[in-house]
T-cell receptor
Framework: QQQVKQSPQSLIVQKGGISIINCAYE??????FPWYQQFPGKGPALLIA?????SEKKEGRFTISFNKSAKQFSLHIMDSQPGDSATYFC?????????FGTGTSLTVIP | NAGVTQTPKFRILKIGQSMTLQCAQD?????MYWYRQDPGMGLKLIYY???????DKGEVPNGYNVSRSTTEDFPLRLELAAPSQTSVYFC??????????????FGQGTRLTVV
């Protein structure tokens, strides 16, 4: 059973456009929601994270929107660049574990 | 800073062979994890450890074993390799997920093929 459901599986965006990746969860015990970025041949690396006491967190061109009542959160990449082309994973954690979504392969076309 | 170091980077095993994937971290993290990554399936947790001497099963533990004798090292053992274990394996470490600056640091991965 997938604890965190992520969509879309793949995404193609023009340079300068907005990339949006969505995730949903059921377990209300989750209290930390990070996003990881993975380039080919590398391990995932933390991009941005949010806790459920805030509805939005912005770091540069990356924004997490969090809807606690709907149990959904999303990553918005503004002004997408070819260098943003990577696989993005949402995740959620309880006290001991991180549960990851299935990943979104983002391609930004120049 | 080495961070999380995994060895080997690549390995081909024959069915029925065994091997140990090594993982070491130098950040004094109590928590360590082993994930496998399959196309379209995301990262599945195999085993995790919350400290030396303590390990627990994740989502997909069958066919694997782990030990945690020190804070730094968390090896993953495959006893009887099967084609279904062909995957990319990632080791990670972190402070407790509820800590203020929680971030899971990942190694570079081990690409394992079982033939």
């Amino acid at each position: 059973q997938q604890q965190v459901k992520q969509s879309p599986q793949s995404l193609i965006v023009q340079k300068g456009g907005i990339s949006i990746i969505n995730c949903a969860y059921e377990n209300t015990a989750f209290d930390y929601f990070p996003w990881y970025q993975q380039f080919p041949g590398k391990g995932p690396a933390l991009l941005i994270a949010i806790r459920p006491d805030v509805s939005e967190k912005k770091e540069g061109r990356f924004t997490i929107s969090f809807n606690k009542s709907a149990k959904q959160f999303s990553l918005h990449i503004m002004d997408s660049q070819p260098g943003d082309s990577a696989t993005y994973f949402c995740a959620a954690s309880t006290g001991n574990q991180f549960y990851f979504g299935t990943g979104t392969s983002l391609t930004v076309i120049p | 800073n080495a961070g999380v170091t995994q060895t080997p980077k690549f390995r081909i095993l024959k069915i029925g062979q065994s091997m140990t994937l090594q993982c070491a971290q130098d950040m004094n993290h109590n928590y360590m994890y082993w994930y496998r990554q399959d196309p379209g399936m995301g990262l599945k947790l195999i085993y995790y450890s919350v400290g030396a001497g303590i390990t627990d099963k994740g989502e997909v533990p069958n066919g694997y074993n782990v030990s945690r004798s020190t804070t730094e090292d968390f090896p993953l053992r495959l006893e009887l390799a099967a084609p279904s274990q062909t995957s990319v394996y990632f080791c990670a470490s972190s402070y407790p997920p509820r800590a203020v600056n929680t971030e899971a640091f990942f190694g570079q991965g081990t690409r394992l093929t079982v033939v």
